[in-house]
């Protein structure tokens, strides 16, 4: 167990939909990144939070928007979504911003229909 | 070309074989080398993070950088089933830039 949570494991739902997933960072860790794996592309970096700023952009479309909060938990926001969309969403968190040791969460599984 | 090159096997071995994973890179400003292991279903998990160039050590496993040939190389000795799993070779150049990831290997250890 990594000490980071994710909520949540499954997600079904239509195209067009909108929904959220959440990320707990491991307990002193101010880092949050975001990352979508699928098959094809493998694992792709989305989105890096350092203590409440965005610090990094990757591959996210603008359709998806993430934000952290004070609390540092995170929230990933997918918007009309499509059937591309489908893929594991894996949140990391690390200490301070050194990325080089990210520790993942179990990911939430996001199925499109 | 890719920034990262992994093979993504499968690759079998019986239990107790030595393994030996590899990745292939092109930018030379990498510095951090790190391999992760994700088992089905699972979230990757650090197993070896090794910075520049050079060997580390630890258990069976040993992470190997080669920064002249940008090659770098996972070694597992005596292989158990319970290493069946994809590892991921990541790589960063120890700046803002995110961790680039190479696509997995899936390496299954037959007993």
């Known amino acids: 167990d990594s000490g980071v949570t994710q909520t949540p494991k499954h997600l079904i739902t239509a195209t067009g939909q909108r929904v959220t997933l959440r990320c707990s960072p491991r307990?002193?860790?101010?880092?949050v990144y975001w990352y979508q794996q699928s098959l094809d592309q493998g694992l792709q970096f989305l989105i890096h939070?350092?203590?409440?700023?965005?610090?990094a952009k990757g591959n996210i479309l603008e359709r998806f928007s993430a934000q952290q909060f004070p609390d540092l938990h995170s929230e990933l926001n997918l918007s009309s979504l499509e059937l591309g969309d489908s893929a594991l969403y894996f949140c990391?968190?690390?200490?301070?911003?050194?990325?080089?040791?990210?520790?993942f969460g179990p990911g939430t599984r996001l199925l499109v229909l | 070309q890719k920034e990262v090159e992994q093979d993504p096997g499968p690759l079998s071995v019986p239990e107790g074989a030595i393994v030996s994973l590899n990745c292939t890179y092109s930018?030379?400003?990498?510095?951090?080398f790190m391999w992760y292991r994700q088992y089905s279903r699972k979230g990757p998990e650090l197993l070896m993070y090794?910075?520049?160039?050079g060997n580390k050590e630890d258990g069976r496993f040993t992470a190997q950088v080669d920064k002249s040939s940008k090659y770098i190389s996972l070694f597992i000795r005596d292989s158990q089933p319970s290493d069946s799993a994809t590892y991921l070779c990541?790589?960063?150049?120890?700046?803002?830039?995110?961790?680039?990831f190479g696509k997995g290997t899936r390496l299954s250890v037959i007993a």
């Open positions: 990391a968190s690390s200490v301070e911003a050194i990325q080089e040791t990210q520790y």
């Open positions: 307990s002193g860790d101010l880092s």
């Open positions: 939070y350092y203590n409440g700023e965005e610090r």
């Open positions: 930018n030379s400003a990498f510095q951090y």
């Open positions: 090794t910075y520049s160039s």
């Open positions: 990541a790589m960063s150049d120890g700046g803002n830039t995110p961790l680039v």
